[in-house]
């Protein structure tokens, strides 16, 4: 990611069409916003790692708890807890990056979306969607259609069906976002739901960039508490975190409904379910959802 914020891909019509600026994998204005493209791996936090600290016994890497990780992504980024339905999504949603499209909304103004079809590509060369890649390219950092159109959105629905494509949008989602949040999280010494905020904000802000990404969300926070792994106290934290994240979200006109997070990750928090124990109960946009 580069540096900004991605608005949510969610189809319940609350996502505004205005951007801010260039900066980011993840929130920006207009045309001009700046491509995500791959970054390196975000910076260790082991130096803030107390040396008795012990690593959560439960992580999201398990597949139950990924699985509820990405059934929460997707109340807020398609409206329904159905993810693995949403290969095929594609749409443009007026946002400013192009097309929309897929398990946590890649677009096609901001590098993700190509990244998911050059990898696709290595794998089925001759897929629906590679002749696409030069067009996809050029409109990298933009929100134009040219050289796509229906053709490519019929061709991304089409390609859904692939468990080969499928397979590419895992791999994506996991590299850039998932991993990297998650592996930061663990070594802040936060627990499944600690881990669910930081792979929440990486997919909405990016996880690298300015203050409007992940680290830059998860910097603003450490100046008002400590994490668990400094020494400091998980609730206060997390609550730090999740107002930074907030104030993040309302710097675009997209994220002006922060339900995500205000009847969902605190809900989850005022309660005490650090570990995301089920069942869950939680509105986004006004729509509830509960997972047994």
């Not at 998980?234 to 409904?257: C, G």
């Amino acid at each position: 990611m580069f540096t900004s914020a991605k608005p949510s891909s969610t189809r319940s019509g609350w996502v505004g069409a205005a951007m801010l600026g260039a900066a980011i994998l993840t929130l920006t204005a207009g045309c001009s916003l700046l491509p995500k493209i791959p970054q390196p791996a975000i910076e260790s936090a082991s130096e803030s790692v107390a040396p008795e600290q012990k690593a959560p016994e439960a992580t999201l890497n398990d597949p139950r708890l990924k699985d509820i990780a990405m059934q929460l992504v997707s109340s807020a980024e398609n409206s329904t807890l159905d993810w693995k339905d949403q290969y095929g999504y594609i749409e443009d949603i007026e946002d400013g990056r192009g097309f929309t499209a897929g398990i946590i909304g890649f677009t096609s103004g901001t590098g993700d979306l190509l990244e998911v079809v050059r990898a696709y590509t290595r794998t089925v060369p001759g897929n629906p969607l590679a002749p696409f890649i030069p067009a996809l390219e050029k409109v990298n950092g933009t929100d134009s259609h040219d050289g796509l159109g229906p053709d490519f959105e019929q061709a991304w629905t089409d390609a859904a069906d692939d468990p080969k494509f499928r397979a590419a949008q895992d791999a994506e989602r996991d590299r850039e976002y998932f991993d990297p949040a998650v592996s930061l999280a663990v070594a802040d010494g936060l627990r499944p739901l600690g881990q669910f905020a930081y792979y929440d904000a990486a997919v909405v802000h990016g996880t690298e960039g300015d203050e409007v990404s992940l680290e830059g969300i998860r910097k603003t926070a450490m100046k008002k508490a400590k994490t668990p792994a400094q020494g400091g106290d998980e609730k206060t934290y997390l609550n730090a975190f999740l107002d930074a994240r907030v104030a993040a979200m309302k710097t675009e006109e997209a994220h002006d409904d922060t339900s995500r997070i205000d009847t969902a990750q605190r809900v989850f928090l005022k309660a005490g379910n650090f570990d995301l124990t089920t069942p869950l109960e939680w509105r986004t946009y006004g729509d509830r959802y509960r997972i047994d």
